[in-house]
């Protein structure tokens, strides 16, 4: 069971789009349309922004869209605002030995 | 309005036991699967167990198989998380999640575990 690989941080200027990526497997990312993505602010439990793929929950923001491609999944933040800036991480159904979920390594996104 | 609150952390010695708890409210809990979540000091999140509604189905994450026990009692709406033999590396602040659509959705606020000597 091994995290799923985001990039360390990433930046932009308001108003701007970001695109965050998760890269895993064909046992997770790949097999399966069961990737999540949540934002967390310090000291502040996860909110999931994107269920499978590119579903939105009741009241997320459409500037949140999620997509993938073979291994790779990714989170797209358009219009970026300073209430943006926290921590991102993505996850997966996995079905590698036991079945299982992973988070991805975590993304810090910093609003210039 | 979901409501998870997380209970039972604290400080406890390598190799010793604690028991969590996840009160749930607003929601009818018998119907949903449930996670526990683990974030250790400054890391990223790393899952930990889930369990289905009725209880009849777990998993766990191979670094706390055989240690640590998922569990729920649909008439008081809770869930719990039994660990034992603990370990430092095991010190984290724990969430219990509801787990919908292969997705985490509601998120208690989480308390904290620290094992040290």
């Known amino acids: 069971q091994s995290a799923l690989t985001q990039p360390a941080s990433v930046s932009g200027s308001p108003g701007q789009s970001i695109t965050i990526s998760c890269t895993g497997t064909?046992?997770?990312?790949?097999?399966?349309?069961?990737v999540s993505w949540y934002q967390q602010h310090p000291g502040k439990a996860p909110k999931l922004l994107i269920y499978?793929?590119?579903n939105r929950p009741s009241g997320v923001s459409n500037r949140f869209s999620g997509s993938k491609s073979g291994n790779t999944a990714s989170l797209t933040i358009s219009g970026l605002q300073p209430e943006d800036e926290a921590d991102y991480y993505c996850?997966?159904?996995?079905?590698?030995?036991?079945?299982?979920?992973?988070f991805g390594t975590g993304t810090k996104v910093t609003v210039l | 309005e979901v409501q998870l609150v997380e209970s039972g952390g604290g400080l406890v010695q390598p190799g010793g036991s604690l028991r969590l708890s996840c009160a749930a409210s607003?929601?009818?809990?018998?119907?949903?699967?449930m996670t526990w979540v683990r974030q250790g000091p400054g890391k990223g999140l790393e899952w930990v167990a889930n369990?289905?509604?009725?209880?009849?189905?777990?998993s766990y994450a191979d670094s706390v198989k055989g240690r640590f026990t998922i569990s729920r009692d649909n008439a008081k709406n809770s869930l719990s998380l039994q660990m034992n033999s603990l370990r430092a590396e095991d010190t984290a602040v724990f969430f219990c999640?509801?787990?919908?659509?292969?997705?985490?959705?509601?998120w208690g606020q989480g308390t904290l575990v620290t094992v040290s000597s």
């Open positions: 999640a509801t787990h919908r659509n292969w997705a985490f959705d509601f």
């Open positions: 607003g929601f009818i809990f018998s119907s949903f699967w």
């Open positions: 369990i289905k509604s009725d209880g009849s189905e777990n």
């Open positions: 064909n046992s997770d990312v790949g097999g399966y349309n069961y």
């Open positions: 499978g793929v590119s």
């Open positions: 996850s997966s159904y996995s079905s590698s030995s036991t079945p299982h979920y992973d």
